[in-house]
Protein backbone atom coordinates (compact mmCIF):
# COMPACT_ATOMS: atom_id res chain seq x y z
CA UNK A 1 0.00 0.00 0.00
CA UNK A 2 1.58 3.21 -1.05
CA UNK A 3 1.38 6.06 2.08
CA UNK A 4 -0.95 8.70 0.73
CA UNK A 5 0.56 11.04 3.04
CA UNK A 6 4.04 12.20 2.77
CA UNK A 7 6.91 14.19 4.16
CA UNK A 8 9.49 16.18 1.75
CA UNK A 9 11.89 13.21 3.38
CA UNK A 10 9.69 10.91 1.38
CA UNK A 11 9.10 9.31 4.91
CA UNK A 12 5.05 7.88 4.61
CA UNK A 13 3.27 9.37 7.88
CA UNK A 14 1.00 6.78 9.17
CA UNK A 15 0.83 7.33 13.26
CA UNK A 16 -1.35 10.42 14.67
CA UNK A 17 -1.28 11.20 17.91
CA UNK A 18 -4.06 13.57 19.89
CA UNK A 19 -3.76 15.12 22.71
CA UNK A 20 -7.18 15.41 24.24
CA UNK A 21 -6.72 17.98 26.99
CA UNK A 22 -3.59 19.88 28.06
CA UNK A 23 -4.76 19.15 31.87
CA UNK A 24 -3.07 17.15 33.85
CA UNK A 25 -3.80 15.53 37.40
CA UNK A 26 -0.26 14.49 37.91
CA UNK A 27 2.87 16.72 38.66
CA UNK A 28 5.97 14.44 37.26
CA UNK A 29 8.78 16.40 37.52
CA UNK A 30 10.34 15.48 33.85
CA UNK A 31 6.93 16.66 32.23
CA UNK A 32 4.78 19.09 34.62
CA UNK A 33 7.24 20.24 37.88
CA UNK A 34 5.95 23.55 38.85
CA UNK A 35 2.36 22.97 37.55
CA UNK A 36 0.14 24.11 34.81
CA UNK A 37 0.85 27.50 32.94
CA UNK A 38 -2.81 29.54 32.51
CA UNK A 39 -4.92 27.00 30.95
CA UNK A 40 -5.95 27.84 27.24
CA UNK A 41 -9.64 28.89 27.11
CA UNK A 42 -12.04 26.28 26.64
CA UNK A 43 -12.73 27.51 23.43
CA UNK A 44 -9.84 27.20 22.38
CA UNK A 45 -9.57 23.41 22.67
CA UNK A 46 -10.77 21.14 20.37
CA UNK A 47 -14.22 19.81 20.50
CA UNK A 48 -15.18 15.83 20.15
CA UNK A 49 -17.18 16.39 16.61
CA UNK A 50 -14.20 18.79 15.74
CA UNK A 51 -11.70 16.15 16.59
CA UNK A 52 -13.42 13.26 15.18
CA UNK A 53 -13.81 15.43 11.75
CA UNK A 54 -10.07 16.03 11.78
CA UNK A 55 -9.43 12.37 12.32
CA UNK A 56 -11.67 11.45 9.80
CA UNK A 57 -9.96 13.43 7.36
CA UNK A 58 -6.29 12.31 8.39
CA UNK A 59 -7.42 8.19 8.32
CA UNK A 60 -8.69 9.84 4.35
CA UNK A 61 -5.15 10.41 4.45
CA UNK A 62 -3.36 7.52 5.32
CA UNK A 63 -3.31 7.37 9.21
CA UNK A 64 -3.54 3.85 10.58
CA UNK A 65 -3.39 4.17 14.03
CA UNK A 66 -4.32 7.41 16.52
CA UNK A 67 -2.95 7.80 20.03
CA UNK A 68 -4.95 9.26 22.35
CA UNK A 69 -2.84 11.74 25.05
CA UNK A 70 -2.67 14.48 26.77
CA UNK A 71 -2.13 15.76 29.49
CA UNK A 72 -3.95 13.29 31.03
CA UNK A 73 -6.40 12.47 28.39
CA UNK A 74 -9.25 10.63 31.19
CA UNK A 75 -9.41 14.17 32.29
CA UNK A 76 -11.57 14.81 29.72
CA UNK A 77 -15.21 13.85 30.31
CA UNK A 78 -16.13 12.63 26.94
CA UNK A 79 -13.29 10.65 26.15
CA UNK A 80 -15.66 7.59 25.55
CA UNK A 81 -17.54 9.95 23.33
CA UNK A 82 -14.52 10.20 21.57
CA UNK A 83 -12.91 6.70 21.65
CA UNK A 84 -17.09 5.58 20.05
CA UNK A 85 -16.52 7.87 17.45
CA UNK A 86 -12.85 7.67 16.74
CA UNK A 87 -13.46 3.13 16.43
CA UNK A 88 -16.04 3.45 13.50
CA UNK A 89 -13.35 5.22 11.49
CA UNK A 90 -12.09 1.48 12.08
CA UNK A 91 -15.23 -0.07 10.48
CA UNK A 92 -14.98 2.37 6.90
CA UNK A 93 -14.26 1.08 3.76
CA UNK A 94 -12.07 4.08 2.53
CA UNK A 95 -12.07 4.29 -1.12
CA UNK A 96 -13.03 7.67 -2.04
CA UNK A 97 -11.92 10.26 -4.73
CA UNK A 98 -9.30 12.59 -3.24
CA UNK A 99 -11.67 15.45 -2.76
CA UNK A 100 -9.10 18.10 -3.28
CA UNK A 101 -9.45 16.67 -7.33
CA UNK A 102 -6.30 15.59 -9.89
CA UNK A 103 -5.42 12.46 -10.83
CA UNK A 104 -4.63 11.12 -6.72
CA UNK A 105 -7.48 8.39 -6.03
CA UNK A 106 -7.39 7.64 -1.85
CA UNK A 107 -7.05 4.20 -1.13
CA UNK A 108 -6.27 4.32 2.39
CA UNK A 109 -5.97 1.04 4.53
CA UNK A 110 -8.04 3.11 7.24
CA UNK A 111 -7.90 3.32 10.89
CA UNK A 112 -6.11 -0.29 12.30
CA UNK A 113 -5.40 0.95 15.67
CA UNK A 114 -7.13 3.32 18.36
CA UNK A 115 -4.65 3.51 21.71
CA UNK A 116 -4.39 5.33 24.64
CA UNK A 117 -2.00 6.69 26.89
CA UNK A 118 -3.13 7.73 30.38
CA UNK A 119 -1.04 7.67 34.07
CA UNK A 120 -3.76 5.02 34.77
CA UNK A 121 -5.49 7.17 37.85
CA UNK A 122 -8.95 7.00 36.43
CA UNK A 123 -8.59 3.33 35.08
CA UNK A 124 -9.67 1.65 37.99
CA UNK A 125 -13.68 2.49 37.32
CA UNK A 126 -13.64 3.44 33.96
CA UNK A 127 -11.33 0.55 31.70
CA UNK A 128 -14.26 -1.26 30.95
CA UNK A 129 -16.38 1.87 29.55
CA UNK A 130 -12.87 2.32 27.66
CA UNK A 131 -13.34 -1.56 26.20
CA UNK A 132 -16.97 -1.03 25.71
CA UNK A 133 -16.34 2.25 23.61
CA UNK A 134 -13.92 0.63 21.09
CA UNK A 135 -10.81 1.35 22.26
CA UNK A 136 -7.45 -1.48 21.07
CA UNK A 137 -5.01 -0.98 23.53
CA UNK A 138 -3.62 0.89 26.35
CA UNK A 139 -0.75 2.72 27.57
CA UNK A 140 -0.24 3.23 31.01
CA UNK A 141 2.71 5.10 32.95
CA UNK A 142 4.26 3.82 35.93
CA UNK A 143 7.71 5.40 37.04
CA UNK A 144 8.16 2.97 40.26
CA UNK A 145 7.56 0.52 42.13
CA UNK A 146 8.05 2.43 45.33
CA UNK A 147 5.68 4.14 46.73
CA UNK A 148 8.17 7.09 47.89
CA UNK A 149 9.92 7.49 44.98
CA UNK A 150 6.15 7.26 42.54
CA UNK A 151 5.09 10.26 44.90
CA UNK A 152 8.15 11.97 44.27
CA UNK A 153 8.49 11.46 40.24
CA UNK A 154 4.81 11.92 39.84
CA UNK A 155 3.96 15.11 42.36
CA UNK A 156 1.22 12.39 43.88
CA UNK A 157 1.19 9.57 46.28
CA UNK A 158 -1.34 7.17 44.23
CA UNK A 159 1.32 4.13 43.68
CA UNK A 160 -1.87 1.52 44.69
CA UNK A 161 -4.60 3.36 42.85
CA UNK A 162 -2.69 3.09 39.40
CA UNK A 163 -1.74 -0.30 39.99
CA UNK A 164 -5.29 -1.13 40.44
CA UNK A 165 -5.68 0.56 36.97
CA UNK A 166 -3.27 -1.92 35.81
CA UNK A 167 -5.18 -4.43 36.75
CA UNK A 168 -8.19 -2.98 36.04
CA UNK A 169 -7.57 -2.83 31.96
CA UNK A 170 -6.21 -5.92 32.18
CA UNK A 171 -9.60 -7.37 33.38
CA UNK A 172 -11.32 -5.12 30.93
CA UNK A 173 -9.46 -7.06 27.89
CA UNK A 174 -7.68 -3.84 26.91
CA UNK A 175 -4.63 -6.08 25.78
CA UNK A 176 -1.91 -6.12 24.93
CA UNK A 177 -1.05 -3.73 27.87
CA UNK A 178 2.04 -1.59 27.54
CA UNK A 179 3.68 0.33 30.80
CA UNK A 180 6.01 3.85 30.05
CA UNK A 181 9.06 4.35 32.72
CA UNK A 182 11.20 7.43 31.76
CA UNK A 183 14.05 6.50 33.26
CA UNK A 184 16.20 9.31 35.40
CA UNK A 185 19.09 9.18 36.79
CA UNK A 186 19.54 9.76 40.78
CA UNK A 187 15.59 8.49 40.36
CA UNK A 188 14.83 5.17 39.44
CA UNK A 189 17.51 3.88 37.40
CA UNK A 190 17.66 1.16 40.43
CA UNK A 191 13.93 -0.38 39.71
CA UNK A 192 15.28 -1.15 36.24
CA UNK A 193 15.30 -4.68 36.70
CA UNK A 194 12.26 -4.71 39.12
CA UNK A 195 10.29 -3.62 36.09
CA UNK A 196 11.93 -6.23 34.31
CA UNK A 197 10.08 -8.63 36.96
CA UNK A 198 7.04 -6.95 36.85
CA UNK A 199 6.89 -7.40 33.46
CA UNK A 200 7.49 -10.71 33.34
CA UNK A 201 4.75 -11.68 36.62
CA UNK A 202 1.91 -10.00 34.99
CA UNK A 203 2.88 -10.38 31.57
CA UNK A 204 2.73 -6.68 30.15
CA UNK A 205 5.06 -4.99 27.86
CA UNK A 206 7.38 -2.86 29.25
CA UNK A 207 8.94 0.42 27.41
CA UNK A 208 11.55 2.41 28.84
CA UNK A 209 12.23 5.99 28.10
CA UNK A 210 15.22 8.41 27.68
CA UNK A 211 14.47 11.14 29.67
CA UNK A 212 13.54 14.04 26.96
CA UNK A 213 14.21 17.34 27.41
CA UNK A 214 10.60 17.96 27.15
CA UNK A 215 9.94 19.46 30.70
CA UNK A 216 8.26 22.32 31.49
CA UNK A 217 10.94 23.46 34.09
CA UNK A 218 13.76 23.52 31.74
CA UNK A 219 15.24 21.51 33.25
CA UNK A 220 16.72 18.71 31.60
CA UNK A 221 20.40 18.04 31.44
CA UNK A 222 22.41 15.25 29.81
CA UNK A 223 23.49 13.97 33.17
CA UNK A 224 20.67 12.58 33.93
CA UNK A 225 19.48 10.36 31.15
CA UNK A 226 19.91 7.15 31.77
CA UNK A 227 21.13 5.45 28.07
CA UNK A 228 19.12 2.81 26.19
CA UNK A 229 22.14 0.83 26.27
CA UNK A 230 22.53 0.94 30.37
CA UNK A 231 18.63 -0.18 30.83
CA UNK A 232 19.45 -3.41 28.52
CA UNK A 233 22.46 -4.36 30.49
CA UNK A 234 20.67 -3.42 33.83
CA UNK A 235 18.03 -6.03 32.74
CA UNK A 236 20.50 -8.52 31.27
CA UNK A 237 22.05 -8.80 35.26
CA UNK A 238 19.46 -10.28 35.98
CA UNK A 239 17.57 -11.56 33.18
CA UNK A 240 19.14 -12.12 29.69
CA UNK A 241 17.35 -11.04 26.83
CA UNK A 242 16.46 -12.08 23.00
CA UNK A 243 16.28 -9.16 20.45
CA UNK A 244 12.92 -9.65 18.94
CA UNK A 245 12.64 -11.13 15.34
CA UNK A 246 10.56 -7.91 13.96
CA UNK A 247 10.39 -5.30 11.56
CA UNK A 248 11.31 -2.43 13.28
CA UNK A 249 9.63 0.24 10.61
CA UNK A 250 8.45 3.22 12.47
CA UNK A 251 8.49 1.52 15.53
CA UNK A 252 9.66 3.90 18.96
CA UNK A 253 11.24 0.74 20.54
CA UNK A 254 13.86 -1.84 20.21
CA UNK A 255 11.76 -4.79 21.62
CA UNK A 256 12.98 -8.30 23.36
CA UNK A 257 11.55 -10.99 24.94
CA UNK A 258 13.06 -13.09 28.13
CA UNK A 259 15.55 -15.49 26.76
CA UNK A 260 14.30 -18.36 29.59
CA UNK A 261 10.53 -18.28 27.68
CA UNK A 262 9.10 -15.84 30.60
CA UNK A 263 6.20 -13.97 29.94
CA UNK A 264 6.17 -10.31 29.28
CA UNK A 265 7.97 -8.13 26.49
CA UNK A 266 10.57 -5.71 26.85
CA UNK A 267 10.68 -2.43 24.85
CA UNK A 268 13.77 0.11 24.73
CA UNK A 269 12.82 3.82 23.46
CA UNK A 270 16.50 5.90 22.77
CA UNK A 271 15.54 9.24 21.37
CA UNK A 272 18.68 11.00 23.18
CA UNK A 273 21.23 7.78 22.69
CA UNK A 274 20.02 6.00 19.50
CA UNK A 275 17.85 8.41 17.47
CA UNK A 276 15.24 6.92 15.13
CA UNK A 277 13.82 10.10 13.21
CA UNK A 278 14.84 8.47 10.00
CA UNK A 279 12.01 6.15 10.31
CA UNK A 280 9.60 8.66 11.85
CA UNK A 281 6.20 8.45 10.82
CA UNK A 282 4.33 10.42 13.43
CA UNK A 283 2.70 13.95 13.70
CA UNK A 284 1.03 15.38 16.52
CA UNK A 285 -2.45 16.91 17.03
CA UNK A 286 -2.22 19.25 20.37
CA UNK A 287 -5.36 19.72 22.42
CA UNK A 288 -5.79 23.34 21.04
CA UNK A 289 -5.96 21.93 17.61
CA UNK A 290 -2.26 22.55 16.23
CA UNK A 291 -0.39 20.43 14.44
CA UNK A 292 3.03 19.50 15.61
CA UNK A 293 5.22 17.66 12.75
CA UNK A 294 7.75 16.63 15.63
CA UNK A 295 7.81 16.20 19.57
CA UNK A 296 10.75 19.53 19.19
CA UNK A 297 9.35 21.51 16.84
CA UNK A 298 9.67 25.12 17.58
CA UNK A 299 6.54 25.61 14.71
CA UNK A 300 3.05 24.26 15.09
CA UNK A 301 0.31 25.39 12.69
CA UNK A 302 -3.35 25.88 13.27
CA UNK A 303 -5.57 23.29 11.86
CA UNK A 304 -8.41 24.46 14.15
CA UNK A 305 -8.04 27.94 12.30
CA UNK A 306 -8.62 26.32 8.96
CA UNK A 307 -11.27 24.16 10.22
CA UNK A 308 -13.19 26.89 12.38
CA UNK A 309 -12.46 29.41 8.93
CA UNK A 310 -14.51 27.28 7.16
CA UNK A 311 -12.38 25.69 5.06
CA UNK A 312 -13.40 22.77 3.07
CA UNK A 313 -12.85 19.35 3.18
CA UNK A 314 -10.56 19.70 -0.03
CA UNK A 315 -8.53 23.04 1.73
CA UNK A 316 -8.19 21.32 5.07
CA UNK A 317 -6.25 18.29 3.12
CA UNK A 318 -4.48 20.50 1.37
CA UNK A 319 -3.10 22.37 4.29
CA UNK A 320 -2.30 19.36 6.16
CA UNK A 321 -0.65 18.09 3.54
CA UNK A 322 1.74 21.45 3.20
CA UNK A 323 2.39 20.81 6.64
CA UNK A 324 3.46 17.18 6.62
CA UNK A 325 6.16 18.23 3.66
CA UNK A 326 7.16 20.77 6.39
CA UNK A 327 8.57 17.73 8.53
CA UNK A 328 11.56 18.02 10.78
CA UNK A 329 14.36 15.96 9.32
CA UNK A 330 15.54 15.14 12.66
CA UNK A 331 15.31 15.41 16.31
CA UNK A 332 18.40 18.35 17.32
CA UNK A 333 18.51 17.22 21.02
CA UNK A 334 22.43 16.45 20.43
CA UNK A 335 23.26 19.61 18.54
CA UNK A 336 25.34 22.23 20.43
CA UNK A 337 22.81 25.06 19.61
CA UNK A 338 19.65 23.02 20.22
CA UNK A 339 16.45 24.72 21.64
CA UNK A 340 14.02 22.86 23.70
CA UNK A 341 10.21 23.28 22.47
CA UNK A 342 8.58 26.16 24.47
CA UNK A 343 5.77 23.68 25.48
CA UNK A 344 6.14 20.72 27.74
CA UNK A 345 5.42 16.98 26.96
CA UNK A 346 1.62 17.28 28.47
CA UNK A 347 1.02 20.39 25.76
CA UNK A 348 2.62 18.74 22.73
CA UNK A 349 0.85 15.15 23.81
CA UNK A 350 3.58 12.32 24.11
N1 LIG B 1 -0.91 11.60 31.16
C1 LIG B 1 -0.64 10.48 30.32
C2 LIG B 1 0.45 9.63 30.91
O1 LIG B 1 0.91 9.94 32.02
O2 LIG B 1 0.82 8.64 30.29
C3 LIG B 1 -0.33 10.83 28.87
C4 LIG B 1 0.55 11.99 28.59
S1 LIG B 1 2.22 11.80 29.07
C5 LIG B 1 2.87 13.37 28.55
C6 LIG B 1 2.79 10.63 27.86
C7 LIG B 1 4.11 10.00 28.12
O3 LIG B 1 5.11 10.97 27.98
C8 LIG B 1 4.26 9.40 29.49
O4 LIG B 1 4.62 8.05 29.39
C9 LIG B 1 5.37 10.22 30.09
O5 LIG B 1 6.10 9.47 30.99
C10 LIG B 1 6.15 10.66 28.88
N2 LIG B 1 6.97 11.85 29.12
C11 LIG B 1 6.58 13.05 29.59
N3 LIG B 1 7.63 13.90 29.70
C12 LIG B 1 8.72 13.21 29.28
C13 LIG B 1 10.10 13.53 29.16
N4 LIG B 1 10.57 14.74 29.51
N5 LIG B 1 10.95 12.59 28.68
C14 LIG B 1 10.48 11.36 28.34
N6 LIG B 1 9.17 11.00 28.43
C15 LIG B 1 8.31 11.91 28.90
Not at 176 to 194: F, L, T
Not at 253 to 281: K, N, Q, W
Not at 341 to 349: A, L
Request: proline share 5%; net charge negative; hydrophobic share 35%.
Amino acid sequence: MTALLKDSYNRPIRDLRVSLTDRCNFRCFYCLPHGEPPMAAKEQMLSYEEIEYACDIFVELGIEKIRLTGGEPMMRRDIEQIIFKLAQLKERTLERPHPAGGSRASCAPGLRDLALTTNGYFLPHRAHSLKEAGLDRITISLDSLKRNVFKQMTGVDVLDRVLEGIAAAKEAGLNPIKINAVIVRGHNEDEVADFAAFAREHDVKMRFIEFMPLDSGHDWSRDDVVSGREIRQRIEERFPLEALDVVRGSETSTRYRFADGAPGEIGIIAPVTEPFCGACSRIRLTADGQIRTCLFSTVEYSLRDVMRDGGSRGEIIDFIESVVMKKEPRHYINDPGFVAPSRSMSFIGG
